[in-house]
């Protein structure tokens, strides 16, 4: 009997993992072609969207980020976005542009300067 509480625990525990790292993963979505991460800094968690790509524009001198250039699978414009920088306070990336005939994409400036140095991760929330 002890052997098949022992068992029945460890599946448990194991089918909890997998449920686990897969709500983990399903709020990340890029699109088939944007290379994650999306600009070598570390990572990048998304909610909300498909991001297409997201390019940091830096000082001149490369060592602080000036603002980023954040791009959206279809028309999110009456959406909500906001960008952190290694899990710190949200910034809004006010309001988007919407282009494209047959491919439609939102493109969003996120101004808000944050060094290179130290960076690991950015989050991207579209409500």
Do not use: E, H
């Not at 983990?24 to 600009?39: E, I, Q, V, W």
């Not at 000036?66 to 952190?84: E, F, H, P, Q, W």
């Not at 920088?85 to 910034?91: E, I, K, P, V």
């Amino acid at each position: 009997m002890r052997k098949s509480a022992k068992i029945i625990t460890a599946l448990s525990v194991a089918g909890l993992a997998v449920a686990a790292g897969s709500a983990f993963t399903a709020g990340n979505t890029f699109a088939s072609d944007a290379t994650k991460p999306l600009t070598g800094y570390a990572t990048t968690t998304v909610s909300g969207a498909t991001v297409n790509s997201l390019q940091y524009n830096l000082n001149a001198v490369g060592d602080s980020i000036d603002s980023a250039t954040l791009v959206l699978a279809g028309d999110t414009s009456t959406s909500t976005v906001k960008m952190n920088y290694n899990g710190g306070t949200s910034f809004a990336c006010g309001t988007g542009t919407v282009s494209g005939t047959t491919t439609i994409i939102t493109t969003y400036t996120c101004t808000q300067s944050q060094s290179t140095s130290g960076l690991t991760s950015t989050g991207v929330v579209v409500n």
